[in-house]
């Protein structure tokens, strides 16, 4: 249910984001403003955003692309011969047993930019799991301090993070691992701000970045820790939401969209 979190998530959350945000039709994704890196979050089991990235980056024309869902070794997979072929490329990253939903839905964005070289940002299941008690810093390693990992975060900030992470998993985890919960989400966003750096470093970009809602946030995504380390880039990050927000959420551009069809994630876990 990884995929479901974000939506939940970003209805708990408080918004602040930058100047000039607006909303965008689809048909405003062949002309978005110019950017080193663009960020385009999703919900992940929506099939509609995906087809918005797709658009996206073919009118981006990125020189790389970078995946949350993918490991740096899956993306050296990705190779010309199968990059075309769903069934090849899927088997080849072994996505059926990755947990996220149907490469069907994923597959237009890696042929949307044929030529782009592809970045993985995801990090191992079992380091994500260590940062949850030993914090980010200790995870991330040397560079913890350049991405901002060591700076403790301000007191309102954790306290609205915690709450959206108690709600992101259905109000049914104890309230003292929400910490924890953060903790795992700021090393995400710093992992997707190392591979966007390198992306950018190794092909002078643009850069497209696949990610979630969460993730591509203005307020304190993975922009923030990205701004640390390439501080002269220009990033535009695009949200997708499946209902009109109730005040400006925080991105430069986003989308309202059609739901996607899905069942009550937290049904099996409210008690009786």
């Known amino acids: ?55 996206a980056v073919a009118a981006i024309r990125p020189a790389a692309l970078v995946f949350e869902m993918l490991t740096p070794e899956q993306a050296a997979r990705v190779t010309p011969d199968i990059r075309g072929d769903a069934s090849a490329l899927g088997a080849a990253l072994g996505w059926a047993e990755s947990g996220w939903p149907d490469f069907a839905m994923y597959h237009p964005i890696f042929t949307a930019a044929p030529g782009a070289a592809v970045y993985g940002a995801a990090l191992p299941r079992g380091e994500v799991r260590r940062s949850v008690g030993e914090g980010a810093a200790v995870v991330f390693g040397d560079e913890a301090s350049a991405y901002g990992l060591a700076d403790p975060l301000p007191g309102d900030e ?54 979630g809602n969460g993730h591509a946030r203005t307020d304190w995504g993975m922009g923030r820790a990205l701004a640390r380390v390439a501080p002269g880039a220009r990033v535009l990050a695009i949200g997708q939401l499946e209902a009109p927000p109730g005040e400006t959420p925080p991105f430069d551009l986003w989308l309202v969209t059609d739901p996607a069809e899905r069942p009550d994630p937290c049904e099996g876990l409210r008690g009786n």
């Not at 990884?2 to 965008?24: D, K, M, P, V, W």
């Not at 750096?197 to 190794?202: F, H, V």
């Open 1 to 55: 249910m990884r995929y479901l979190c974000f939506r939940s998530a970003l209805a708990a959350l408080s918004f602040a984001t930058a100047a000039g945000a607006e909303q965008i039709a689809p048909a405003s994704l062949s002309d978005l403003p110019p950017a080193d890196v663009v960020i385009l979050g999703e919900i992940h089991d929506n099939p509609i955003h995906h087809a918005n990235q797709a658009a």
């Open 158 to 211: 954790q306290a609205a993070r915690e709450a959206g992470q108690m709600e992101a998993h259905c109000n049914a985890m104890p309230a003292e691992m929400m910490g924890g919960m953060v903790e795992a989400q700021r090393l995400r966003d710093a992992a997707l701000a190392r591979a966007a750096r390198a992306a950018l470093d190794d092909t002078g970009g643009p850069v497209a970045v696949i990610t």
